[in-house]
């Protein structure tokens, strides 16, 4: 069982950076895979990065601009955030899952992980 906490979030404008984190506690983050999903305001949740091992995965929305990464001696997940657009405007939340062997199939549908944060807002502005 792990218990995540979302920071970092805020608002910045467009073409900042932002970093927001992905506090682990309880088992050690390391045993999971990782995700980073969004929800835009009136709009569904989306995948935006996942990670297992050493295999990295992105939307295309956020290729290229953004970073998902995991510090595994803080215990922490991290989401590098560059390039920013107004389009980026959403609740970010990050979620870790047991490790499945078809996790690069499923790696954009929340069944993939079983725990969640409560998210964090982060706004964009133009």
């Known amino acids: 069982h792990v218990q995540l906490v979302e920071s970092g979030g805020g608002s910045v404008q467009a073409g900042d950076s932002m970093r927001l984190s992905c506090a682990a506690s309880?088992?050690?983050?390391?045993?999971?895979?990782m995700g980073w999903f969004r929800r835009p305001p009136g709009k569904e949740r989306e995948f935006v990065a996942g990670?297992?091992?050493?295999?990295?995965y992105y939307a295309d929305s956020v290729k290229g601009r953004f970073t998902i990464s995991r510090e595994n001696a803080k215990n922490t997940g991290y989401l590098e955030m560059n390039s920013t657009k107004p389009e980026d405007t959403a609740t970010y939340y990050c979620?870790?899952?047991?490790?499945?062997?078809?996790?690069?199939?499923?790696?954009?549908?929340?069944?993939?992980?079983?725990?969640w944060g409560q998210g964090t807002q982060v706004t964009v502005s133009s």
């Open positions: 990670l297992s091992g050493d295999n990295v």
């Open positions: 309880g088992n050690p983050f390391s045993s999971y895979v």
């Open positions: 979620a870790a899952g047991l490790p499945r062997s078809n996790y690069q199939y499923i790696r954009t549908q929340g069944y993939a992980y079983d725990y």
